[in-house]
């Protein structure tokens, strides 16, 4: 006899699957929004999975705001914007505690090699206008950091930070303290160019008790 718990197991990992195949088949297919993509029965076809699964995954992107149904048109790729695919993609697919760790730490290691680049590239006034920002409470966590990394002027950086942002997010408690007074600390070390003050202040407001001596 299966058991409840098992059976929806079972059912939630098929789920899964094929909303991690529709994304893959979108992007296969290059489709953009306002696209119109396959029927239930098309997608049944070529997932080769049941039409009701399909359905509940259709809705679920639905929910999310990522197709929308016309009625006798058919299903469409809307016109999202933000984070939502990544949102998705956090919600479905990074649900493997080892995938969340990973993208956790890339972003943590990706951070504190900005910070090395700040150090390197960044000039007093600079930091002083982000020190001004953070004292007039004008910056979240997410925006100092980025402030940060504009400064490292590194684009490749910048673009990889701001997707592990949004699968941090997506992943994370949203209830993240925002503690002003480590920032600012931060922003002194950055000033006065102390690489290790600076390393130890990072760790500190990401509460990292154990790093590579590198950093």
Not at 7 to 12: D, E, I, K, Y
Request: charged share 30%; proline share 1%; aromatic share 8%.
């Amino acid at each position: 006899m299966v058991k409840v718990s098992d059976s929806l197991v079972a059912n939630t990992k098929v789920y899964l699957e094929i909303v991690k195949q529709l994304r893959e088949m979108i992007s296969a297919d290059n489709l953009k929004s306002g696209d119109k993509i396959p029927s239930e029965r098309e997608l049944s076809e070529r997932l080769n999975v049941g039409r009701s699964s399909v359905r509940e995954a259709l809705r679920a992107l639905e929910l999310l705001g990522l197709i929308e149904t016309r009625r006798g048109e058919g299903t469409f790729i809307r016109d999202f914007q933000g984070n939502q695919l990544v949102q998705l993609l956090g919600t479905f697919i990074l649900q493997d505690e080892k995938a969340k760790h990973d993208v956790i730490e890339t972003m943590y290691l990706i951070e504190m090699d900005c910070l090395r680049l700040v150090l390197n590239r960044a000039d007093e006034k600079q930091l002083l206008k982000v020190k001004s920002l953070v004292e007039q409470n004008q910056l979240n966590d997410d925006e100092f950091f980025y402030q940060l990394i504009k400064l490292a002027d590194n684009f490749l950086f910048s673009r990889i930070w701001l997707i592990l942002k949004d699968y941090y997010n997506s992943v994370q408690p949203k209830n993240v303290v925002y503690n002003r007074n480590i920032i600012l600390q931060l922003i002194e070390a950055l000033i006065v160019k102390d690489e290790k003050w600076t390393f130890s202040i990072y760790r500190q407001l990401r509460n990292l008790s154990i790093l590579s001596d590198k950093y």
